[in-house]
């Protein structure tokens, strides 16, 4: 079945202890991406990764980490966590072509709470 | 910058019809996008515009004026499944996705 994985869904944290949330894609993707949302916000994009070794910030990069070593997988790393990032946290890819943006394919979420 | 500003909530009844518009304001435009997210659930592609003019598909329709940064989500038939959050995205040229905040969508019987 075509999906992205993300791991763990739920994950309650201290401050300043690092984390690192998985996300595995299964489709041969090129395009991976990391977002936030949070309520009257909507979804923020946090990095993206048009293709191995290749990662770019989106519109709220600070405080996060990606990295991009084999197409399947793009981690997100939280160095030192701060209640600010307490959110929900999507990863999502989508197949290349022309369409390439449009049609993404989201994780399930993973909820995030530091205190 | 980018700007994306839609409804944050409508109320419809079940059987209507119902339009959800979206207004955006980006650096270069390569597309605009409508997703469907359930509460606690990941959104889920419902249609893409990158030219003018309407897009149907079954019930759920999609429409995108250029020229006014302007589209809208059209939903007929309304059912108490279709009460959920309707996202509007715009890609820009730097291949970036932004999001609205969402509109939130009842359906009531």
């Known amino acids: 079945e075509a999906q992205v994985t993300q791991n763990p869904r739920y994950l309650i944290t201290v401050t300043g202890k690092k984390l690192t949330v998985t996300c595995s894609q299964n489709?041969?993707?090129?395009?991976m991406s990391w977002y936030r949302q949070d309520p009257g916000l909507g979804l923020r994009q946090i990095y993206y990764s048009m293709n191995v070794e290749v990662t770019d910030k989106g519109d709220v990069p600070e405080g996060y980490k990606v990295s991009r070593k084999e197409k399947r997988n793009f981690p997100l790393i939280l160095e030192s966590p701060s209640p600010n990032q307490t959110s929900l946290y999507f990863c999502?890819?989508?197949?290349?072509?022309?369409?390439?943006?449009?049609?993404?394919?989201f994780g399930q979420g993973t909820r995030l709470t530091v205190v | 910058g980018q700007n994306i500003d839609q409804p944050t909530e409508m109320t419809a009844t079940e059987g209507a019809i119902v339009q959800i518009n979206c207004t955006y304001q980006t650096s270069g435009f390569n597309g605009l996008f409508w997703y469907q997210q359930h509460a606690g659930e990941a959104p889920t592609f419902l249609s893409y515009n990158v030219l003018d003019g309407l897009e149907e598909k079954g019930r759920f329709s999609s429409f995108l004026s250029r020229s006014k940064g302007y589209s809208y989500l059209l939903l007929k038939e309304l059912q108490m499944k279709d009460s959920a959050s309707y996202l509007c995205a715009a890609n820009n040229a730097g291949n970036m996705l932004t999001f609205g905040g969402g509109t939130r969508l009842m359906v009531k019987p």
């Open positions: 999502a890819s989508s197949p290349p072509g022309d369409r390439a943006l449009n049609e993404a394919f």
């Open positions: 489709m041969n993707h090129e395009y």
